[in-house]
């Protein structure tokens, strides 16, 4: 009796396996012209700042490419404005930001994952209805309180009203939710308290949710130039994105390259953070999706 080969599987892909042709051109069309809107302005300050004195950064006569790259601008913004402050401030912001949102977050979305106490679902529903209102809204109520704490020019004062979101605590309940009843049941069997279900269970399943809300975090953070501009007061405290902002005043001489070249220093750590961890990050966001 003979036994049909089996014949060894494509290890490749094939070109019709992604569509037909036409298809494939289309989406990569598609694909070209996402990537030209979304980084195509980045790229144009990045080449826009390394321009010479002589060449035009507007204008009909502007060059996307550079004749003479040079990197004078990056060396005047560091000499005129204080970048390594304005950096440290930012961090300070930045790390604050981080350790309470992952905190907070953690903890309430492990609190609302868990069924059997009367109040989940009006703290959900609270939490969702939160994010319908913009900040804008609620922007004089946060200055008044923190001018009544005490916290106006004071970075506490930038990092306070977004110490938690609830965008971050309802993506963590959604990670919490995804592990299996089994799992913990079994933990319980073994003697585990809930402190050591949490931190040994719960928090190593969640670890794709908590890049993300690392990452979001970050982002937020280091980029906000709003509510900065609306607490901070002296130089010495201001943050990165607000103080080169600084460059645009005509004390500095509006030099378009030096402001090109200050937007370019202050998006260059998100690039950076992005890159290492987007593996992480994509990870997050499927494993981590809020469910209902």
């Known amino acids: 009796m003979t036994t049909a ?9 094939r070109w019709r396996d992604y569509g037909r042709p ?3 051109v289309v989406r990569y069309l598609l694909l070209l012209f996402v990537l030209g809107i979304t980084v195509g302005p980045l790229v144009w300050q990045f080449l826009a700042s390394l321009k010479g004195v002589g060449e035009d950064v507007f204008g009909s006569n502007a060059s996307i490419l550079p004749h003479h790259p040079t990197l004078r601008a990056y060396r005047e913004v560091f000499d ?4 390594a402050t304005y950096i440290r ?6 790390v604050l930001s981080i350790a ?32 319908m209102f913009p900040f804008e809204s609620i922007m004089v109520s946060l200055f008044i309180s923190i001018r009544d704490l005490g916290l106006v020019d004071n970075l506490v004062g930038v990092w306070l009203p977004g110490f938690v979101g609830a965008i971050n605590v309802l993506l963590m309940r959604g990670a919490f939710l995804a592990v299996p009843r089994e799992i913990e049941d079994s933990a319980m069997l073994d003697g585990a308290n809930e402190w050591q279900r949490f931190r040994h269970l719960y928090l190593p399943s969640a670890w794709g949710a908590i890049m993300v809300v690392t990452i979001n975090t970050f982002i937020s953070a280091w980029d906000d130039f709003l509510w900065p501009l609306i607490v901070l007061r002296s130089e010495s405290h201001m943050t990165l994105t607000l103080g080169l902002s600084r460059l645009q005043s005509s004390s500095f001489g509006y030099d378009q390259r030096m402001v090109m070249a200050g937007s370019v220093i202050s998006v260059v750590p998100v690039l950076v953070l992005f890159v290492i961890t987007q593996r992480w990050f994509y990870r997050g966001v499927s494993a981590g999706a809020v469910k209902l």
């Open 100 to 131: 309470s949102q992952l905190l907070f977050s953690t903890t309430a979305g492990y609190m609302l994952s868990k069924p059997g106490w009367k109040g989940r679902k009006a703290v959900w529903v609270v939490l969702v209805a939160s994010m």
């Open 22 to 24: 036409r298809e494939l």
């Open 5 to 13: 080969v089996e014949k060894p599987r494509r290890l490749m892909p």
């Open 80 to 83: 005129q404005v204080p970048v």
């Open 89 to 94: 401030n930012s961090v300070i912001v930045v």
